[in-house]
């Protein structure tokens, strides 16, 4: 009984996401925000849009960057390339159900691949950029949100 109590500890600590990272990424207001998704390159439908939009807004807002009160216009084209989930691995395996039992531990369950095209124009200067990232997520932290965040940082650290 101690060897599973100790195997299911390990296996519930050893891929778990329990926050989104905090960006390096646009620091003070935004004046212009234009924004395009597209799911492998095709239009989507405009809640997913929305769903976007919002972890964008969130990302900005907790940049750990220092704060510049020039205002800046931004235009981001995110194109979601990959999502699976836990609702993906129960439909090829219901075995799959035996994992629900660590989701609130943490454990990663889902999973995002994207890219994104950023463009950020401040104080007459434009710096333009091109980034992929993959990231996992779980209940406390989504994969889309994390790969988010860390694609619009290697984007604007590539455009510099």
């Known amino acids: 009984m101690l060897r599973c109590l100790a195997v299911a500890s390990l296996f519930c600590t050893s891929a778990c996401v329990f926050r989104t990272p905090r960006s ?4 003070g207001p935004i004046e212009r925000l234009n924004l395009d998704v597209t799911q492998n390159g095709r239009a989507v439908d405009p809640a997913v849009t929305a769903k976007v939009r919002s ?3 969130r990302a900005v807002s907790r940049s750990k960057a220092p704060s510049v009160a020039e205002p800046a216009s931004l235009a981001v084209r995110v194109d ?3 999502h699976r989930g836990l609702e993906d691995a129960l439909a090829v395996d219901g075995c799959a159900a035996a994992g629900v039992v660590a989701v609130p531990f943490g454990i990663e369950f889902e999973h995002q691949r994207l890219a994104v ?16 990232y993959v990231d996992d997520g779980s209940i406390y932290s989504s994969a889309e949100e994390n790969a988010l965040v860390h694609a619009l940082d290697q984007a604007l650290a590539a455009a510099r």
Request: no cysteine; net charge negative; charged share 25%.
């Open 117 to 132: 095209d950023v463009t950020l124009e401040r104080g007459g200067r434009t710096y333009s950029g091109h980034a992929a």
């Open 55 to 57: 972890e964008l807004n």
């Open 80 to 82: 979601l390339l990959e």
């Open 24 to 27: 390096n990424f646009v620091a």
